[in-house]
């Protein structure tokens, strides 16, 4: 059974500091996906990593994947406030329908 | 274009009642699913579709039916409510199994007092 964990689950920051969200995993994937969600609102879809080492950027927000450690990254570089959000990693299970599996998400605060 | 359209956005039920929650998707995607999401939880798989005519449980299905007779629309019965279905349901569609990229609906706020 495909696990996701990731850490921490609450995050508060200043605004021009740098984080760093983690997402292991527990069986092999070949997608895995970064979203984020704002309150009350539906998922937004942010990055998805197909192959071992690598690595996408969009804005602040950079996310890379190894598959070796079964583990991603969400880095966030000099945090702004419009950045606060849940964000969630989720792996396609290829033995289950291709079901994407959750994990708990990241709750981020950037305090000005 | 609609992208994936869910109603009703709030529901509020009693124990025991029946309802549906509608999902119609307008991208001609063939797999369709449903989650759920409570506090603290990330997002549970409750049912599939990877095709009309097809469908499969997820992590979570008891309490819950589906069916899958157009391309378009998987709607997503709940048989007799219960307080633990309380949550907030998204449901989501792929253009195939394989797909690199899910749509989500804008979701469904559902109390079951």
């Known amino acids: 059974e495909l696990k996701v964990e990731q850490n921490p689950l609450f995050l508060s920051m200043q605004e021009g500091k740098n984080y760093t969200i983690y997402c292991n995993y527990s069986?092999?994937?070949?997608?895995l996906y970064w979203y984020r969600q704002d309150p009350g609102k539906s998922l937004e879809s942010l990055f998805v990593l197909l192959s071992n080492g690598a690595v996408k950027q969009e804005g602040r927000l950079m996310a890379s994947l190894d598959t070796k450690a079964r583990l991603s990254t969400l880095h966030i570089t000099a945090a702004v406030h419009d950045l606060s959000a849940t964000y969630f990693c989720?792996?396609?299970?290829?033995?289950?329908?291709?079901?994407?599996?959750f994990g708990e998400g990241t709750q981020l605060t950037v305090n000005p | 274009n609609a992208g994936v359209t869910q109603t009703p956005k709030f529901q509020v039920l009693k124990t025991g009642q029946s309802m549906t929650l509608q999902c119609a998707q307008d991208?001609?995607?063939?797999?369709m699913s449903w989650y759920r999401q409570d506090p603290g939880m990330g997002l549970r798989l409750i049912h599939y579709s990877v095709g009309a005519g097809i469908t499969d449980q997820g992590e979570v299905p008891n309490g819950y039916n589906v069916s899958r007779s157009t391309t378009e629309d998987f709607p997503l019965r709940l048989l007799s409510a219960a307080p633990s279905q309380t949550s907030v349901y998204f449901c989501?569609?792929?253009?195939?199994?394989?797909?690199?990229?899910?749509?989500f609906g804008s979701g469904t706020r559902l109390t079951v007092v």
């Open positions: 989720a792996l396609a299970d290829e033995t289950s329908g291709s079901r994407l599996t």
């Open positions: 989501a569609s792929s253009y195939s199994w394989r797909s690199r990229s899910y749509t």
């Open positions: 069986t092999t994937s070949d997608r």
């Open positions: 991208m001609n995607h063939e797999y």
